[in-house]
């Protein structure tokens, strides 16, 4: 059994990667570079696909700064503080074009699944998180592949849609994941910055958990 | 009104979006350069987005080479002649892929509609060229953007999916679109091959339709 597994460089799809070698999959790793305004990202998803020890680490390069977000444009600033609704570090579509380009390499290498680490607790805002739109990409794929009008199946899978971090953190660490290989910062200078809202969430479920970030802050 | 238009350079795009100036949108032309064995069909992308005078015309490159298809990797031929069942012409997931950008960019311009040329009728082998298909993929933008969850709208439109090469040919010579600008060949040669199959049913769309295909052919 084989599965791609999203590795964007960050702490929950490093644990649903995780997730998907207990499950007893093959990992396919599938890193997307889509002109984030930081390339820090890439750099450990590469870490976290060596310690993974992954069949494969695919790299898609994909220019998509002129999409309107904190993470791809100049002109719109990280927020400096966790907000409500739909934040400005959304970026239009990003998850449908994510998963299609999975769902591309599955179908590419015959894989049985895809694996992501979205979660819809803690980024309630960005609709592309939430488990009604993975159904519905579901029904999609069903119909969408050589693969699956024959009859075979591509499942998406999403281990961690609706867990905490903290509980994420506390599977990771159940498998031994060592979460200095992830990167969560929205910045991306040389130590975290311990104060975006990214940064924010990952602390706080350190301390829920109990634990210590081995991860570097400012 | 604004729409995303896909413009791959080959006919039915074309008049799909000649339909869409017709309907009153104004026109976001989008093209994708996914490492295609030639790069005939994006110059033609260009001309047409030119002849349509189009508001933008974004061309948005991501290297697909890895994916098997005749269409991408220099280990598969180009048929001679038409196929029955799903041809080698197939390229995993393009389709998902392609709506996937035309998406972000709709939702980054606050588009309303997304038209594509695709047709079951002359390719009934591809599972992403069925209206069962768009209706599965409207139901996921439906939910899947900032815009869409906010009670707006983007439509995916596809004009020509239940009619034949030469009822398109018709449309769009009704409408003047000048088909000499239109790339419709596998092969990117100096002139288009007349062999291939889609060559094949470009030709027998004109004759059937009573025209002559204004394109040079060896």
């Not at 644990?15 to 790793?29: C, H, M, N, Q, T």
């Not at 400096?80 to 994510?98: D, H, L, S």
Request: proline content about 4%; overall charge positive; some cysteine.
């Amino acid at each position: 059994m084989k599965t791609v597994c999203l590795i964007s460089g960050g702490l929950d799809s490093f644990v649903s990667a995780g997730i998907a070698r207990k499950d007893g999959y093959e990992l396919y790793g599938l890193t997307i570079d889509y002109s984030q305004k930081h390339k820090k990202e890439i750099e450990y998803a590469k870490k976290i696909a060596g310690f993974l020890n992954v069949d494969e680490h695919k790299i898609i390069t994909i220019d998509l700064s002129f999409l309107s977000s904190a993470l791809t444009s100049r002109n719109i600033k990280i927020p400096e503080k966790p907000v409500t609704g739909i934040p400005v570090t959304y970026v239009p579509a990003r998850n449908t074009i994510f998963i299609s380009l999975a769902l591309a390499y599955a179908e590419n290498i015959n894989a049985d699944a895809i694996y992501l680490g979205i979660n819809h607790i803690d980024y309630s805002g960005y609709p592309d998180c939430r488990p009604e739109y993975i159904e519905a990409y579901q029904k999609l794929i069903n119909i969408a592949t050589q693969k699956t009008v024959k009859g075979g199946r591509i499942l998406l899978k999403t281990p961690l849609v609706s867990l905490s971090k903290s509980e994420i953190i506390l599977i990771g660490n159940s498998m031994h994941l060592d979460f200095s290989l992830s990167w969560s910062c929205y910045k991306g200078e040389e130590k975290a910055c311990g104060k975006c809202p990214s940064c924010v969430i990952r602390l706080k479920g350190f301390e829920k958990a109990g634990l210590k970030d081995p991860l570097e802050y400012k």
